[in-house]
T-cell receptor
Framework: KQEVTQIPAALSVPEGENLVLNCSFTDSAIYNLQWFRQDPGKGLTSLLLIQSSQREQTSGRLNASLDKSSGRSTLYIAASQPGDSATYLCAVRPNTGGFKTIFGAGTRLFVKA | NAGVTQTPKFQVLKTGQSMTLQCAQD?????MYWYRQDPGMGLRLIYY???????DKGEVPNGYNVSRLNKREFSLRLESAAPSQTSVYFC??????????????FGPGTRLTVL
């Protein structure tokens, strides 16, 4: 059974710091892995999607990597800003056993001004 | 483009009452999904519709029913609400089915409390 774990559950950093959020999954048979941002009381916004054949994706100050063999993904945020404060979730889409997307519980990030 | 819209945004029910959550997307997507989000548990799939006219159970379907009314709309019904169904409900859509490049687009959510 696919499980997705995100560590740490919460993180507080000073503005300007570079940081890494971690995501691990137990089954490497995936179509893709997606990172989302969720602001309090809001829905999820897709940040980056990495296909199973890709190693990384970049968008602005964000870089996400994927290592399927080890079951790990990281989201790197450069030069963090207070506006980056939110919960970040990763989700994997398995390519076996019917359709479902498995979400991690998220990492709550607070960037202090 | 409004993307994915959901109504209502908030709802309080008494145990045993019924209600329908509405979801619509204007992106001409084929697949639609209903999730629930509970503290510390991430999102869990309730039901999905791979294409118009089809629906299938997800991870936690008990106590719910769905209708894919047309390509745009996918509703979630609670026939007899229970306190365990207190949660935030999200609707999502994707362009296709089983596509490696498919991004999920989410609605703003419905916050449901069952007393």
């Amino acid at each position: 059974k696919q499980e997705v774990t995100q560590i740490p559950a919460a993180l507080s950093v000073p503005e300007g710091e570079n940081l890494v959020l971690n995501c691990s999954f137990t089954d490497s048979a995936i179509y893709n892995l997606q990172w989302f941002r969720q602001d309090p009381g809001k829905g999820l916004t897709s940040l980056l999607l990495i296909q199973s054949s890709q190693r990384e994706q970049t968008s602005g100050r964000l870089n996400a990597s994927l290592d399927k063999s080890s079951g790990r993904s990281t989201l790197y945020i450069a030069a963090s800003q207070p506006g980056d404060s939110a919960t970040y979730l990763c989700a994997v889409r398995p390519n076996t056993g019917g359709f479902k997307t498995i979400f991690g519980a998220g990492t709550r990030l607070f960037v202090k001004a | 483009n409004a993307g994915v819209t959901q109504t209502p945004k908030f709802q309080v029910l008494k145990t045993g009452q019924s209600m329908t959550l509405q979801c619509a997307q204007d992106m001409n997507h084929n697949s639609m999904y209903w999730y629930r989000q509970d503290p510390g548990m991430g999102l869990r799939l309730i039901y999905y519709s791979a294409s118009e006219g089809t629906t299938d159970k997800g991870e936690v379907p008990n106590g719910y029913n769905v209708s894919r009314l047309n390509k745009r709309e996918f509703s979630l019904r609670l026939e007899s609400a229970a306190p365990s169904q207190t949660s935030v409900y999200f609707c999502a859509s994707t362009r296709g089915w089983g596509l490696e490049t498919d991004t999920q687009y989410f609605g703003p959510g419905t916050r449901l409390t069952v007393l």
